[in-house]
């Protein structure tokens, strides 16, 4: 098994850095709950803006509608960076607003324009960064900014290989451990379960690694509900990243697929479903699993997270809610991009052959 890769390390050291970024939850939990508590005393509800682009864009799409649920205070949205740098009119509403910035770098073009937009837009705007570099723009801007608060990750979460993988899923805890409406006590338990669960899915790395070597495909698709619906959006773009494009993939809800994009599938097609804990939800989850399956065209189609019928699956133990189920889920789908791009010959860390998309992106012109 080749373990020389960045890329693979980064993935295996993230329950150890979820522990870590608990207790700098810890650590910030008095003055952030201020600084929030002041937000809703002034203003009452308000609206909160998760941001970002790419990967940093997905953590939003991911947790916000575990939040929606969860917190009454708040309005919550999930809207890229470049939707809102190229339509500021559309999404910077003057009302009360918490922008939440998702950063690796934080030297983003578009999140730092994103930000000075937002000034301009709306009059009481507040900012928190959770970022994984001290020395970013983002978070080097929020210093003597009392209407900004910065939670900054430990800096091996600012991953060294070109995809973004512990970094998405400790800005995403960081996030819901911030905005979720929960006592601590239930809060430290969540993290407890969801740190064995990814120690559970990291020591059967070779049993991820044995797919991509059993099956001959050249398509992939992942699918979910509500959370994990916008976890499948992330699955997906890590293996057209790792394989830079040699591995076509597709997206969707799982009660979305079927509606046109399911005619993706092909005999060398694997579909994964990311199957919900949410006993109704998962009717659905498991409603696509099994007409796919019942299609006999993919070449394998595979349950992740339980049991479905006689489907193949990963099963993964993790009695949480959604949102936090899927910062384990994604375990997975890292490992089977990162194994993927190995099996078509990529380099892992440096998937780019032609260097024409990068690490930070380039080239971004700000009007």
């Known amino acids: 098994m080749n373990t020389e890769f960045y890329t693979l390390d980064e993935i295996r050291n993230q329950a150890d850095l979820w522990e870590d970024t608990f207790n700098r939850y810890l650590d910030l939990k008095e003055e952030l709950d201020q600084f929030l508590d002041d937000i809703y005393q002034k203003h009452g509800r308000v609206r909160v803006i998760f941001t970002g682009a790419g990967t940093s864009q997905y953590v939003g799409d991911t947790i916000y509608p575990e939040l929606k649920n969860n917190n009454e205070k708040y309005d919550f949205y999930s809207i890229a960076t470049t939707d809102i740098v190229s339509n500021p009119n559309e999404y910077l509403i003057n009302e009360p607003t918490i922008l939440v910035s998702f950063a690796r770098s934080g030297n983003s073009p578009e999140s730092v324009a994103t930000v000075k937009k937002a000034y301009e837009n709306i009059d009481d705007l507040y900012e928190v960064v959770i970022t994984c570099a001290e020395e970013g723009k983002l978070a080097v801007n929020t ?30 805890l960081a996030a819901l451990l911030t905005f979720e409406d929960r006592l601590l006590e239930e809060k430290q338990e969540i993290c407890e379960i969801i740190v064995d669960a990814a120690r559970n899915v990291i020591k059967r790395e070779e049993e991820i690694e044995e797919i991509t070597k059993n099956y001959d495909y050249e ?15 992330e699955a997906q773009l890590k293996i057209l990243e790792l394989t830079a494009g040699e591995i076509a993939t597709v997206f ?16 060398k097609t694997i579909f994964f479903n990311f199957v919900s804990k949410d006993e109704y939800t998962s009717q659905y989850d ?11 065209i993919a070449t ?8 479905v019928g ?11 809610p959604d949102g936090y189920l899927s910062i384990v889920y994604i375990i997975f789908a890292q490992f089977f991009a990162a194994y993927t791009a190995i099996k078509v010959g990529n380099d892992v860390d440096h998937p780019s052959k032609s260097q024409t998309v990068n690490r930070v992106v380039k080239g971004v012109t700000i009007h």
């Open 219 to 233: 398509r992939v698709v992942y699918t979910g509900s509500g959370s994990l619906s916008g976890l499948s959006r």
């Open 300 to 307: 394998l189609t595979m349950a992740i997270g339980e049991k």
């Open 286 to 296: 498991r409603d696509i699993l099994n007409e796919v399956k019942n299609d006999e």
């Open 310 to 320: 006689s489907i193949d699956s990963f099963e993964i133990e993790a009695n949480v």
């Open 252 to 267: 969707d809800s799982s009660m979305g697929f079927r509606h046109g994009p399911k005619s993706f599938i092909n005999n």
């Open 143 to 172: 210093r003597g900014n009392d209407k900004a608060f910065l939670f900054l990750l430990n800096e091996k979460t600012n991953d060294r290989g070109f995809a973004m993988t512990s970094s998405f899923t400790d800005m995403a």
